[in-house]
C-alpha cells in the first residue's frame, strides 16, 4: 500500500497527545525545517482531523480503516477527538521533541501509519511509553460494542470546532466471545464469582483474626469442647476472613486449626465446619475428587458443581484440581464416566461459556431449530447439538431459546429433555436448563430433594449451604419458600439435630 508523507504525518499528529502543539502547526524547528522539504507544509494546511479519515476510507482496506479506527477511538477516550491542543496534564507524555515526527528510521517499514505497537518504541526520537488505554493493534479484535475505551484522565472528549465526530466504523466481530474484555459487572455471568451480594454471610465488621483465634483455642483447650463458641465465631465470618484466622492461629500458636477442629469435632458438624475453612474452589474440588472416588460416582454432585460455577471459578478450579491430586479435573471426570454425559461434563469444566449480554434474535430462532430438529423432530436423539447449544452459548441468549422454544414448538424444553434422554445425561442437561433459568430455584430443589423421605442427604446438604452461603442463599430461601410453601429453616430444623442443625440454621442465616 502507498503511503503519502502527507498521511503519514497526519495520522502521527493525530495519534499522540500533546500534539498538535499550541503554538500552532507545523512548530518549526530552529534552523530548518522539520518536515524535510519547503513545499510542506502547504500554505494553508487543511485541519488536523479526523474528517479526512472517511475521505480515505476508499483508498484503504476497510478491516484496517475500522482498526485504526477503533485505536483512534481509544487513543482519544470516545468516538470524538478532545479538545484543542491537549494541554499538558501532569504526569503526562513528555512533549514531541522538534523534528520527533519524521521518516521511520531508514530500513524499517512505518508500522501501519505509525501506531507503534502499545508499550513499543515510537518511530523516532520519542521515549518509550505505555500501550494506549483500550486501543487496539489492527490485526486484533476491536473491543466489544458497549465498552468505551478509557480515556485520558480529566479530558472530556470534545470535536474540534467545526468538525464532525469521528465517522463511526463498526467494529469487527470480536475473534474469541468467549473472553469478553468489559468487567465483570456488566453482564450475568452463570454465578457471581464467589462473592454475590446475596449471601447470609458476609465480612463480619470490625474482624480481628488474633481475637478470633484466641476464642477457638479456647474452645478446644482442656477438656471438652465448646461447640457453641466455634458456631458464634466461624458461622459469622466470611471464607476470606476464614483464611486469616488460619494464619492467625497458627501465627500465635504454632498449631494448624484445621487438625485441632478434626480432633475436636465429628460427625456431619466437623464436615460442615471443615468444609467452610476451605476456600470455595478448594472446597470443590474436594468434592468432585470425593464424588469420583471409590465404588459408583456421585454423578449428580459433578452435575450440580460444574453446571451453576461461573467462568472463572470453574477455570481457577482446573488449575487447584491439578496441583492438589496431581491429575486433571478432565482425566478425573474421563476415568469415571461415559458416553454423552462424559462429554457434557467436559465441555462444562472448560468454563468457556459466552459471556455477552447482547442476544441476537436471528440467532436465537437459528438454535430453537436446530434443537427441535435434533430432538423433537426426528427418530432418536442428536444429543451432541444439545451439548454444543447448551454448553457453549451465553446465559442471556439461552434464555431466550428457551422462551422462544416454549412458543414456537409449544412444549418446554425440559418436557423436551426428558422425552429424548435419561439417565445421568438427562439429569445433567435438565441441571444445565434449570440452572441457567433459574439458579436458585435448581438450588432450591436440590435441598428439598436432599431432606425429603427417609434418611437426609448430608452431603448435598452441606455443599449447597456452605457453598451457596455467600453467593445467592438469600435467593434460594425466598425460591424455596415460594415453591414448597415452607421456609428453608423450618425444613433444616425438622430434619437435622444437635450442633449440625445450629450450624446449618446460623449459615440458613433466619426463617422466612
Known amino acids: 500500500m502507498h503511503w503519502s508523507r502527507r498521511t503519514e504525518v497526519k495520522i502521527f499528529a493525530m495519534s499522540y497527545p500533546g500534539y498538535p502543539p499550541a503554538g500552532g502547526y ?20 487543511p485541519p488536523i482531523g479526523l474528517e479526512n479519515v472517511a475521505g480515505y476510507a476508499s483508498q484503504f482496506n476497510p478491516n484496517y480503516m475500522a482498526g485504526m479506527a477503533s485505536n483512534l477511538a481509544g487513543t482519544f477516550g470516545g468516538t470524538n477527538v478532545p479538545q484543542g491542543a491537549y494541554p499538558s496534564t501532569p504526569g503526562g507524555y513528555p512533549p514531541v521533541p522538534p523534528g520527533g515526527f519524521g521518516q521511520p528510521p531508514s530500513g524499517q517499514q512505518p508500522s501501519y501509519g505509525g501506531y507503534p505497537p502499545p508499550g513499543g518504541n515510537p518511530p523516532s526520537g520519542m521515549p518509550p511509553y505505555p500501550g494506549y488505554p483500550g486501543g487496539t493493534v489492527p490485526g486484533q479484535p476491536t473491543p466489544p460494542p458497549g465498552q468505551q475505551p478509557v480515556g485520558y484522565p480529566g479530558q472530556p472528549p470534545a470535536t474540534y470546532p467545526g468538525q464532525q465526530p469521528m465517522p463511526n466504523y463498526p467494529p469487527g466481530p470480536a475473534v474469541n466471545p468467549s473472553m469478553p474484555s ?44 465448646d461447640e457453641q463458641a466455634i458456631i458464634d465465631c466461624l458461622g459469622s465470618r466470611s471464607n476470606k476472613q476464614r483464611q486469616q484466622i488460619i494464619l492467625s492461629f497458627k501465627t500465635a500458636y504454632g498449631k494448624d486449626l484445621i487438625k485441632d477442629l478434626k480432633s475436636e469435632l465429628s460427625g456431619n458438624f466437623e464436615r ?4 467452610m475453612m476451605k476456600t470455595p474452589v478448594m472446597f470443590d474440588a474436594y468434592e468432585i475428587k470425593e464424588a469420583i472416588k471409590g465404588v459408583g460416582t456421585d454423578e449428580n454432585c459433578l452435575i450440580e458443581i460444574l453446571a451453576s460455577r461461573s467462568n472463572e471459578h470453574i477455570q481457577e478450579l482446573n488449575r487447584v484440581y491439578k496441583a492438589e491430586f496431581k491429575k486433571t479435573l478432565e482425566e478425573a471426570i474421563k476415568s469415571d464416566t461415559s458416553g454423552h454425559f462424559q462429554r457434557l461434563l467436559i465441555s462444562l469444566s472448560q468454563g468457556n461459556r459466552d459471556e455477552s449480554t447482547s442476544v441476537d434474535m436471528s440467532l436465537v430462532q437459528k438454535d430453537v431449530q436446530e434443537l427441535y430438529a435434533a430432538g423433537e423432530n426426528r427418530l432418536g436423539t442428536d444429543e451432541s447439538k444439545f451439548n454444543a447449544i447448551l454448553c457453549a452459548r451465553s446465559r442471556a441468549h439461552l ?3 428457551f422462551s422462544e422454544y416454549q412458543r414456537m414448538c409449544n412444549r418446554d424444553i425440559e418436557k423436551s429433555i426428558c422425552r429424548e434422554m435419561s439417565g445421568d445425561l438427562e439429569r445433567g442437561m435438565l441441571a444445565v436448563v434449570k440452572c441457567l433459568k433459574n439458579t436458585p430455584a435448581f438450588f432450591a430443589e436440590r435441598l428439598q430433594k436432599a431432606m ?26 425466598a425460591e424455596y419458600k415460594r415453591m414448597y410453601g415452607r421456609s428453608l429453616y423450618t425444613d433444616i430444623t425438622g430434619d437435622t439435630s444437635g450442633d449440625y442443625r445450629k450450624i446449618l440454621l446460623k449459615l440458613c442465616g433466619g426463617n422466612d
Open 26 to 45: 507545523p512548530p518549526t524547528a530552529p534552523g530548518s525545517s522539520p518536515w524535510g522539504g519547503a513545499a510542506y507544509p502547504p500554505s494553508n494546511p
Open 399 to 401: 434464555r431466550a431459546v
Open 182 to 225: 468489559y468487567p465483570g459487572a456488566a453482564g450475568p455471568t452463570v454465578s457471581p464469582v464467589t462473592h454475590g451480594s446475596r449471601g447470609t454471610v458476609t465480612d463480619a465488621p470490625g474482624f480481628d483474626p488474633l481475637r478470633d483465634a484466641e476464642i477457638l483455642r479456647k474452645a478446644m483447650k482442656g477438656l471438652g469442647t
Open 452 to 477: 425429603k423421605g427417609a434418611g437426609t442427604k448430608d452431603r448435598t446438604l452441606i455443599r449447597i449451604m456452605v457453598s451457596r452461603s455467600e453467593v445467592d442463599l438469600l435467593d434460594i430461601r
Open 272 to 275: 460442615t465446619i471443615l468444609a
